[in-house]
């Protein structure tokens, strides 16, 4: 009898938008697993912190280099690779001992969450389960008050790490648009923004629905780093009835 | 005192899924307010039912016209604005009586919700509230075990109501698609996402997360009418770790 892996989306940040099954999960689950930058306490724990069980075992990953090693160093994709060797390996030994595991994961886990580097290891040889999530941009444009795509509006999703060319030809061929994991390239979204013709609709949030969140107009906000939990909205003008 | 309006995800379908603000604002709403087909229960209904309060008043409003209309008749547009106008003045009724009213959204209410035509009916003169849901798309690529988009993947969601050249252009300059509201459109879906060359990837699902869900390679469906509640994924193929 081996152990089942659920991978447990816990939504944008507020504890409150979690689903009924993902608390349930977390509550149950014998091992709790989760990813986390050094020094923090990870957004995803944080989120969940509040129904785990005082038993549960914490398996907590903490990444390797974040932004202690300059973009595109050729030592962080092995680096990131033995890290999801290893995690995997430490959770299918208590799968394989016959415990669940639940790993929290931040969003929904098949939207861009780190799980899937996990279920890309574990899911031929266990049994493993999804819990969808609110995505951390439903969580963005709902506390934005902003209605984001209507009627047959096209709605595309990007990370600001593709390149400024990449950005404005994408922008210039949907309706509405999200721009995720900001950091540090406000500068080059902003300009891109600018070229495709829609900076004046652009709304930046950060770590939204969570206590500390921010929300300004994108030509408010300054050029200042940005934490990776933050994205620029444009809402799409589709048909009004 | 006025009552709030709150616009409330439900999620996908299936009623473990709704989040817990959800739930708990369900429950003790006075009153329940949802959209639905005429001779159906109404799909957000169906997800929020075991949450009702017995006590709660409940407004149904039927659709005017779903399938009896020609695509494109001049009265559609019409008919649907006075049918929202109308809907919102009962609403309206009961928040200046001090009534709170929640009103039943499938997926995320500011994402393609009809409860966006209400928002902008009643959000500058009531207090209003929205609750995010997991989206459908979310709860199909869940199901469908389908990591969805990683890394730098692009994703575009497109409504199958676009002209087959449009979906087209639009499949070509992203990595991962969704194309929501299938419906009658199969054949022209078919077309475009072979003409992207990515209809080997395409996988059709239909009511996910519900009792009565099916999942297909898209190569293996029929061109038989879909319901609304049926979508085409494209997953990514984003760097693997």
Chains 1, 2 share one sequence.
Request: proline share 6%; glycine share 10%.
């Amino acid at each position: 009898m081996t152990g089942t892996l659920y991978g447990v989306g816990v939504g944008p940040g507020d504890p409150d938008l979690m689903s009924l099954k993902a608390a349930r999960i977390i509550a149950g689950a014998p091992v709790v697993a989760y990813f986390a930058k050094r020094g923090q306490p990870g957004n995803a724990y944080r989120t969940a912190t509040g129904h785990l069980s005082a038993r549960a075992e914490q398996l907590r990953f903490d990444y390797p280099y974040t932004t202690d090693l300059p973009v595109g160093d050729a030592r962080y994709e092995p680096a990131l690779e033995s890290f999801y060797d290893m995690a995997g390996v430490r959770i299918a030994e208590r799968l394989q001992a016959g415990a669940d595991v639940a790993v929290l994961c931040e969003g929904d886990p098949f939207f861009y969450g780190s799980y899937m580097y996990l279920h890309d290891r574990l899911s031929t040889a266990h049994r493993c389960e999804v819990v969808p999530g609110i995505t951390g941009m439903s969580g963005c444009w709902t506390r934005a008050g902003m209605p984001m795509v209507r009627g047959d509006d096209v709605l595309s999703v990007f990370t600001a790490t593709l390149s400024e060319n990449d950005l404005v030809s994408g922008l210039q061929v949907c309706d509405a648009a999200v721009i995720m994991k900001v950091g540090r390239n406000l500068p080059k979204v902003r300009a891109a923004l600018t070229r495709a013709g829609c900076i004046d609709r652009a709304l930046y949030v950060e770590r939204g629905t969570m206590p500390d969140e921010r929300i300004e107009r994108l030509c408010e906000r300054s050029d200042a780093p940005s934490p990776y939990f933050a994205l620029v909205l444009v809402p799409g003008e589709g048909g009004r009835r």
